[in-house]
């Protein structure tokens, strides 16, 4: 493979779910035609040129009722659903507190902000990451420190190279649990009490996630949490903060509402009938109606990971003996299986791009999860060097991943990119 970077197996949505289509591209439907859905009530793309798409949105009539009976209770902003999410997720995780947010990027930001980040300092953080993952850091004209990853088996960072990256400026670790695969915790939060050093957990891929029986999110100071539309848990936008720290919590609360000492419902309901403004914060709420989404989803999510499960088990299976790394193929703790990503060896971006090519016109929608965030223009620089990110980036490829997805869709899936692998030896 003259002129291939080169990398053995190592160690143990910038695209959207439907392409860049939007929710209002969705629509019910009973048509079993398509035959990659199990569920009874089917929901397909209008439009959609796949036919099997990355992702499949687990709504159905649950959350319609929710939805229709916050709007009936004339409550649709932050209010009592809003409370309830947070006190639900809290009891999930078993985290003390949960705030609830816009979304998981505001989340990250007010978690670097809680924790004193400021001009200056530096954060290490991985570049195989979404970029709402190190933008927060910029927001607070810190630096970002990108650190590599383990190996095209293990797509966390790797513990044994943030150490080397550790200077008298820095002040933080954010960790991106890839695909709701746990970095190695243990290892990285002794690393971080040796040097003094705060962690945040970007844990967007990872409910119910574990990592030696303590759930992602929990382990370090703060968690943060996504619902995009994508997730495990889909309500559109939304995030949530997690902390076992009271003070912390609180904060959150009072900078995600403008820094005010009362909300509008307190209000409305006669608790409180005027506020002060005690900090320079920011509107960084969810509403109701997404509130009410969430729970819906959260009464889902057991059942709906079981399911991954199962669809990563017949991956696993049927992927057997190919021309690729399966990250985290011996990960045996419960994970959220967010995403299935393969790592071509021996490849290039271009034979990637063109194995992805032949699954499109097989009608099968693939992702790279994720352009590597140190690549981008603003946040391009000499001095990074990221061997290992740099492959992976350049031969990953994210197949079809949801509950719902059947053994003959995932065998479709298979024999797509058999055909893609030997088109383009």
Known sequence: MKGRQRLREQGPDPIGCCSGRGQNDCKRSVDRASGYLDSPTLYAFRRMPYKIPLFDLNYGPEEEKAVLETIRSKWISTGPKTAALETKFAEMLDSG??????????????????????????????????????????????APVFCDIAGTGDL????????????????????MHYGGFPCRMDQIMAIAAKHGLRVIEDACHGPLS????????????????????NKNISTGEGGMLVTHDEQCARRAK???????????????????????????????RMDDIRAALALAQLAKLKDDLAQRARVRRLYLEKLSGLPIAIPFCDHAGPVSNYIFPIVLLDSDAPRRDAVRQTMQEDGIQTSVHYPAVHRFSIYASADT?????????????????????????????????????????
């Open 97 to 142: 507190y949960a705030v609830a947010l816009s979304n998981c990027t505001v989340a990250l930001h007010l978690a670097l902000t809680l924790l004193d980040i400021r001009d200056g300092d530096e954060v290490i953080c991985p570049s195989l990451t979404f970029v709402a993952t190190v933008n927060p850091i910029r927001y607070l004209r810190a």
């Open 385 to 425: 060097r990221l061997p290992v990110t740099d492959y992976v980036t350049d031969n990953l490829i994210s197949l079809p991943m949801f509950g719902a997805l059947s053994e003959d869709a995932v065998d479709q899936i298979v024999e797509s990119l058999k055909r893609g692998l030997a088109a383009h030896a």
């Open 156 to 175: 966390n960072l790797d513990p044994l190279k943030i150490e080397s990256l550790i200077t008298r400026r820095t002040r933080a670790i954010v960790v």
């Open 210 to 229: 574990e990592f030696c029986g303590k759930k992602l999110g929990t382990i370090g100071d703060i968690g943060c949490f996504s619902f995009f539309s």
């Open 254 to 284: 009072l900078l995600r509402s403008h820094g005010m000492t009362s909300l509008s419902y307190d209000r409305a309901q006669g608790h409180v009938t005027a506020y002060d403004v005690v900090e320079l914060g920011y509107n960084y």
